[in-house]
């Protein structure tokens, strides 16, 4: 029998995989959608519940946007481009199913699990 995970308390949230994984009731198509389309932004950290993620995705835009306007485009690119290669390593792992939403459970994508 598998041990009670974080998600366990709340029936219908999660489902367990038999090897023992949790796996996300979020879904994989809206998670990597949102990632491709408002990376920088952070709306996927928002959406799979992971809120500070995407308050450091917004400031880091931010940052870009204020740095850019005050007359320090080279400071603003950089954290342009710190917030770009941060949502790429999201994105990539969205689209192989190693990443986790707010709770530890694995955004898996369809028939990640099946057959194992």
Same mark, same amino acid.
């Given at each position: 029998m598998p041990r009670p995970g974080k998600g366990d308390s709340m029936p219908g949230r999660q489902t367990r995989h038999a090897s023992g994984v949790l796996i996300s009731p979020k879904s994989y198509g809206v998670a990597v959608c949102l990632s491709g389309i408002f990376g920088i932004l952070g709306v996927q950290h928002f959406y799979l519940g992971r809120p500070?993620?995407? &308050? $450091?995705?917004?400031?880091?835009t931010a940052a870009f946007v204020y740095l850019f306007a005050v007359g320090e485009p080279l400071w603003g690119v950089l954290f342009l481009v710190a917030d770009f290669a941060h949502s790429m390593v999201v994105t990539i792992q969205l689209l192989v199913g190693g990443y986790r939403d707010g709770d530890g459970? &694995? $955004?898996?994508?369809p028939g990640q699990f099946k057959g194992r």
């Open positions: 500070l993620l995407g &308050v $450091v995705d917004v400031a880091l459970a &694995v $955004v898996a994508y």
